[in-house]
Nanobody, 117 residues
């Protein structure tokens, strides 16, 4: 399984950015996807998740500003009303489940998001 993330970059506070992540190589139907981020000097934290059934979850600080979506093997994160505290390296995450292995996790390469005030 491979994850290829794209998007990110530099934005002004109040601006928007869109992240995308394409998953290849997985044939497992039970799977979840999500975005995590890590700010300098901080631990990685979950930003948003979406299940195979399209149930979504968001950390409180991004609710109403970020929207996660997925279509087959492509996941996107639309980030609006960006704040400087959204700055960090964003990682896409994918996990699948099977009876033989349970949940197995995969990570994409990080993509840097920088929001300036």
């Amino acid at each position: 399984v491979q994850l290829q993330a794209s998007g990110g970059g530099l934005a002004l506070a109040g601006g928007s950015l869109k992240l995308s992540c394409e998953v290849s190589g997985s044939m497992f139907s039970i799977n979840d996807m999500g975005w995590y981020r890590q700010a300098p000097g901080k631990q990685r934290e979950v930003v948003a998740t979406i299940t195979g059934g399209l149930n979504t979850g968001y950390r409180d600080s991004v609710k109403g500003r970020f929207t996660i979506s997925r279509d087959k093997n492509m996941m996107t994160l639309q980030m609006n009303s960006l704040k400087p505290e959204d700055t960090g390296v964003y990682y896409c995450h994918f996990r699948h489940w099977s009876a033989g292995t349970g949940w197995v996790d995969y990570w994409g390469q990080g993509t840097l998001v920088t929001v300036s005030s």
